[in-house]
């Protein structure tokens, strides 16, 4: 069965650099999450789309950014990037309307800010 | 907003025995408790979830209770098999929230030794 997609799975950047994650829902799902996950720490909700539109925001810098696409595809991007930003981060999707409720995460991104 | 506290953070249990994780909420309007498992460097995986209908969810060894006047849920996992250990996390999802958008617990990291 398809699964979430996130590109790239590592990324090495340096401090003040940007940095642009993609993911790809699970068809049919119409809502996309952006979770970061800190070293031994639990996964903190960024921001969510439904139907291409921010649906919620969490502990979301200013500095970030998202936005989901016709395709339901969406993207974070990252300014300024600083040495705290080095997590995980997860795309989740969920299908409110068809497919039901349970979030299903991506693989990840793997951020290094060095 | 919702905080969920979870408790033990570390649960070693030999092969076989059970296992027991507890969560508490503080939201009573919440209505969704996924838990998840974590394997190191992955991505969280839905392993059973409960709605708020619903006082307790079985699927093979792995159940979860819920016990709304108290506001806690639990993961009981029997015949603990050492593909077990991974870390732990329980979440808890408003019903004004999608069900993606999760207020998750500190983690339990489960080891289970044979």
């Known amino acids: 069965a398809a699964g979430v997609i996130q590109s790239p799975r590592h990324l090495i950047k340096e401090k003040r650099e940007t940095a642009t994650l993609k993911c790809y829902p699970i068809p049919r799902h119409d809502t996309v999450y952006w979770y970061q996950q800190g070293p031994g720490q639990d996964p903190q909700f960024l921001i969510s789309?439904?139907?291409?539109?921010?649906?919620d925001k969490g502990s979301i810098p200013d500095r970030f950014s998202a936005q989901q696409f016709s395709d339901y595809h969406s993207e974070l991007n990252m300014s300024s990037l600083e040495l705290g930003d080095s997590a995980l981060y997860f795309c989740?999707?969920?299908?409110?309307?068809?497919?039901?409720?349970?979030?299903?995460f991506g693989q990840g991104t793997r951020l290094t800010v060095v | 907003g919702e905080n969920v506290e979870q408790h033990p953070s570390t649960l070693s249990v030999q092969e076989g025995d059970s296992a027991v994780i507890k969560c508490t909420y503080s939201d009573s309007a919440s209505n969704y408790f996924p838990w998840y498992k974590q394997e190191l460097g992955k991505r969280p995986q839905l392993i059973i979830d409960i709605r708020s209908n619903v006082g307790e969810k079985k699927d093979q060894r792995i159940a979860v209770t819920l016990n709304k006047t108290a506001k806690h849920f639990s993961l009981h996992i029997t015949e603990t098999q050492p593909e077990d250990s991974a870390v732990y996390f329980c979440?808890?999802?408003?019903?004004?929230?999608?069900?993606?958008?999760?207020?998750f617990g500190a983690g339990t990291q489960v080891v289970v030794t044979p």
């Open positions: 989740a999707s969920s299908g409110r309307q068809v497919v039901g409720t349970e979030a299903f």
């Open positions: 789309f439904y139907e291409k539109m921010q649906s």
């Open positions: 979440a808890a999802s408003l019903p004004t929230d999608s069900w993606g958008k999760l207020q």
